[in-house]
């Protein structure tokens, strides 16, 4: 059964919320001729124009690199009704004016507030490139409510390999250690410290 996708309190009443969840100024009346009766439950009212209405939001994954990344998108179903799955999502390089470089579907029905991510996976780039996806520009085309927001753009991608330091040969490399002369302006004998090996005497200053 269509419903709205709000409910703000208790006593919600139809009128006292818009569906992008601000508030109505004045309230209308939601009893009466001309209003919808249903104090306490969530209904559609009089509307008569229920659509869903797709959205996408593309990010990326770098888990692959350096020699593919994945293009992640997540579609939602932001409308009043649910869509059969099928939905397709077109990937392009360039933007959104850019190359057609792959699709995905989606496989399970999308009810009001649910969602989907599909994956892509592209070979890397070595320098920066804008990659956009598109949901429901190819036929069979679903009605929708609003379609302002059937795409999504990710600029500046790039796949970049990490850089590690390189370990050091210690073969062949003669390690050398410099003994003080001094410390603190005192001799090092005074200290009980010299250069041969510490005795059990000199081990307990």
């Not at 392009?92 to 999308?110: E, H, Y």
């Not at 949901?135 to 991608?157: A, H, I, K, Y």
Request: charged share 15%; glycine share 8%.
């Amino acid at each position: 059964m269509p419903t709205r996708r709000i409910w703000n309190e208790h006593a919600y009443h139809v009128t006292n919320i818009k569906v992008d969840a601000t508030l109505p100024s004045p309230e209308a009346n939601s009893w009466g001729p001309s209003g919808f009766n249903d104090y306490r439950v969530s209904v559609q009212g009089n509307e008569t124009s229920l659509a869903p209405d797709l959205i996408v939001n593309l990010s990326a994954s770098f888990a692959s690199c350096p020699t593919s990344l994945v293009l992640d998108v997540a579609v939602a179903n932001l409308g009043s009704i649910g869509v059969p799955a099928g939905v397709i999502v077109q990937f392009f390089a360039g933007g959104l004016s850019g190359t057609v470089i792959g699709q995905a579907t989606t496989t399970v029905p999308l009810a009001p507030g649910q969602s989907q991510v599909l994956t892509l996976t592209v070979p890397a780039t070595a320098t920066a490139t804008s990659y956009a996806a598109a949901v429901n520009q190819v036929r069979p085309v679903t009605p929708e409510c609003d379609t302002s927001n059937d795409t999504s753009t990710l600029s500046g991608v790039q796949c970049e390999t990490p850089q590690y330091p390189r370990a050091a040969r210690l073969r062949g490399i003669a390690m050398t250690a410099a003994v003080p002369r001094s410390v603190s302006g005192r001799p090092m004998r005074q200290l009980g410290v010299s250069k041969r090996r510490r005795s059990r005497r000199d081990l307990s200053l």
